[in-house]
């Protein structure tokens, strides 16, 4: 009986064995676990919002020295072109072409009447303002990227000789990009309201706003939900010259 007992008592323990590994693996792993979170947060709270508060003060970091190097380059194309213009071996009429050229690629300054539109996201608690329309989603509220885009559109229609969105002047490759809602453009970042100055006739330009269907349909949400719309005409403006990069990427084939 004693040697079945022991024996008996062998196989328990046998059989307990893979269980307290199990259990062994589960705590190496349970302590593996909060040593990676420890790593991982340094000593911070995993639940706050601190990573993206860094992401959001580098894209604010980085749109700055944009804005600052944009601001060097011009002062120096300026030293350029004034040193090219002093002794070239250009003829007057070499000299014309090449500044109806620059005017053309907006990187000269463009002055004349015109005006500013002016676009507002509507407050982020708002109601419909018209008996019958459905309460806005969070989308209805906010600028979005056609409707830039529709402004512009409709400006160039207008016959505009130069447009500025914000604070920078735009040429044939600028592209007029949201993400969210924000504005990214040429490498900067800005938030609404956004404001595109147009030089040009005034009466052109107001009669191609007016006529673009995009806006109109923009409109009916400025009625509807409250948002910013606001035109202002301008007698007399100057639109500053493009100082940002002026050379094209594009892709290229892969060599076999």
């Not at 259990?23 to 792993?29: E, G, K």
């Not at 620059?102 to 109601?127: F, H, I």
């Not at 809602?181 to 009669?207: E, F, M, W």
């Amino acid at each position: 009986m004693s040697t079945s007992a022991d024996s008996r008592g062998r196989l328990s323990r046998l059989r307990l064995r893979p269980v307290r590994l199990l259990t062994l693996a589960v705590f190496a792993l349970a302590g593996l676990l909060f040593w990676i979170s420890f790593d991982t947060a340094r000593g911070t709270n995993l639940r706050s919002d601190d990573s993206m508060l860094r992401l959001s003060d580098l894209i604010q970091d980085h749109s700055q020295k944009n804005k600052i190097q944009d601001e060097r380059n011009a002062t120096l194309r300026s030293d350029v072109d004034r040193l090219a213009d002093e002794d070239n071996g250009s003829t007057e009429a070499d000299k014309a072409r090449v500044q109806a050229l620059e005017k053309n690629a907006g990187t000269k300054k463009v002055s004349g009447q015109g005006l500013s539109v002016t676009l507002t996201d509507a407050p982020p608690n708002a109601t419909a303002k018209i008996p019958g329309v459905p309460e806005p989603q969070p989308n209805d509220l906010v600028i979005h990227q056609q409707d830039l885009q529709a402004v512009v559109n409709a400006l160039w229609q207008g016959g505009a000789k130069g447009i500025k969105v914000m604070d920078q002047r735009l040429i044939s490759t600028s592209a007029v990009r949201c993400v969210g809602n924000t504005l990214i453009l040429q490498g900067r970042v800005y938030s609404p309201p956004y404001t595109v100055t147009a030089v040009g006739d005034r009466a052109k330009l107001t009669n191609a706003l007016n006529a673009s269907p995009a806006i109109q349909n923009y409109l009916q949400y400025v009625d509807a939900y409250g948002l910013g719309w606001k035109v202002e005409p301008h007698g007399a403006m100057t639109l500053p010259g493009y100082s940002g990069t002026v050379d094209l990427h594009y892709a290229q084939p892969v060599q076999p």
